[in-house]
């Protein structure tokens, strides 16, 4: 490819950063906002957000249908640009069914489980083919860099959005919570379809469309069987699971512990997942940085997320017992260099699916995206609701602070259990090429 190609190539990945930060900055109401007003200002059990956040992780079960057909019927920007409309829709509607449940809890919890649904949906089409797009469009050099480019600009977009909503936020009112809902999501469709305007019409090589490709069920199925064969796909995607798993016990946790520990406001909370963001940024480029001086090398890889997991784990056992000391513990930097931790392993398992995402037989990458895509999405739910009914528990049987540590002492038990999977991933046969984390 001659220069002015990869710049233009470049150009495009970070275009495609752009619109994944869009896509995810729509969600930063629904799941980081909206449970913790179900848990602080509506009284409500950690399980009652822990069911919706299960509702949208259920949804995204979408991804192997919207990634296989977009496989076989070729165009993936309509399905983008589709999906991400459906979602701001939804990402709305989350926000004015929580008003809706401070004035009838029943009726809200009802649109709620709907609009949650909904947000999984329009998650699972616009994420799983934007990514398959990204792996069918960058160059195989520049694919790892192309994953770290787009999770750079993702978690920068998400640390932004946390910003200013918690900015925006204060003083709270379900009112204002609504506006800044609508204001983010028109902003974010516009953006995104701003961000890949062209880029699929003007390939120089195009997806076609498969003619006679079987579009059924079984057809699919049989597809999803092929991949899950692959030594390389199926470890990669157990080792996504479990690490995403880990991950987010602590979604439905952690602000309503700095409120309820720390006496965090709602918008001091909401900012919190900002410098949580923000580490996961650092981290993100440290994993970047590290693999390119030590020459991108299988090992560093499985260092890379065997390290992170690991210090993953030690950042949560030391939020634990900052809880016995609240408020003198500087919660925030804390939750920064924990981000940090989470921004190393994220790097590597990232840079792996997209290195992978077209290692095997051919025309699969949105199917194999929309597996890796359900691997997070079931490893994110069931953590999340993991995380939720484990805090009841412990809150019905210790006391408040003893509750919030018992969680995180477990989810840095998965954490290990994730390390431990990230070796097992380095003996697939598939990593035995250039490992992907070269920028």
Not at 103 to 128: C, H, Q, R
Not at 234 to 261: D, G, K
Not at 290 to 316: D, E, F, M, N
Not at 364 to 372: D, I, S, V
Request: net charge neutral; hydrophobic share 55%; aromatic share 8%.
């Amino acid at each position: 490819m001659s220069d002015k190609g990869a710049f233009r190539e470049w150009v495009s990945i970070v275009r495609f950063g752009i619109v994944q930060a869009s896509i995810v900055s729509i969600t930063v109401l629904p799941i980081s906002t909206i449970p913790r007003l179900m848990i602080k200002e509506l009284s409500l059990l950690a399980i009652a957000p822990g069911i919706l956040i299960g509702a949208y992780y259920v949804a995204q079960g979408s991804r192997l249908p919207f990634g296989y057909r977009a496989d076989v019927l070729g165009r993936r920007t309509p399905w983008i640009i589709g999906g991400h409309i459906v979602l701001a829709i939804a990402g709305v509607l989350t926000c004015l069914s929580v008003w809706l449940m401070s004035l009838d809890v029943v009726l809200g919890y009802v649109a709620a489980m709907l609009s949650f649904g909904l947000v999984g949906v329009g998650v699972g089409a616009a994420g799983t083919t934007l990514f398959a797009l990204i792996a069918t469009t960058v160059h195989p050099v520049r694919r790892a860099p192309a994953a770290t480019v787009v999770w750079l600009l993702m978690i920068a977009g998400l640390a932004f959005t946390a910003g200013m909503a918690g900015a925006a936020l204060d003083p709270f009112s379900y009112a204002r919570l609504v506006d800044v809902a609508i204001t983010v999501s028109i902003i974010a469709v516009i953006v995104s379809t701003v961000g890949l305007w062209g880029i699929e019409a003007n390939l120089s090589d195009p997806h076609p469309p498969e003619a006679k490709a079987d579009r059924s069920w079984a057809a699919m199925r049989r597809a999803i069987d092929e991949i899950w064969h692959e030594p390389a796909a199926r470890t990669l995607t157990i080792f996504i699971f479990a690490s995403m798993f880990a991950f987010n016990m602590q979604e439905l946790v952690l602000e309503p512990f700095s409120a309820a520990v720390y006496g965090y406001s709602v918008a001091e909370s909401t900012t919190l997942g900002s410098f949580h963001r923000t580490g996961i940024l650092i981290g993100l480029i440290v994993a970047a940085v590290s693999g390119s001086l030590l020459k991108s090398r299988p090992q560093t890889v499985v260092a890379l997320a065997i390290g992170g997991c690991v210090a993953s784990a030690a950042l949560l056992v030391t939020i634990a017992f900052s809880g016995f000391v609240a408020p003198a513990w500087p919660l925030q930097p804390t939750i920064a260099v924990y981000g940090v931790s989470n921004g190393v392993f994220a790097g590597a398992a990232v840079a792996s699916i997209f290195s992978l995402a077209s290692v095997g037989r051919e025309r699969r990458e949105g199917t194999r995206m929309g597996l890796f895509g359900l691997a997070q999405a079931a490893g994110f739910g069931l953590g999340m609701l993991s995380g939720a009914i484990g805090l009841d528990l412990a809150r019905a049987a210790l006391g408040e602070i003893s509750a919030y540590a018992t969680v995180f002492f477990v989810e840095a038990a998965v954490f290990l259990l994730a390390a431990t999977l990230a070796l097992k991933l380095s003996r697939a046969p598939a990593l035995d090429a250039p490992a992907p984390m070269t920028a």
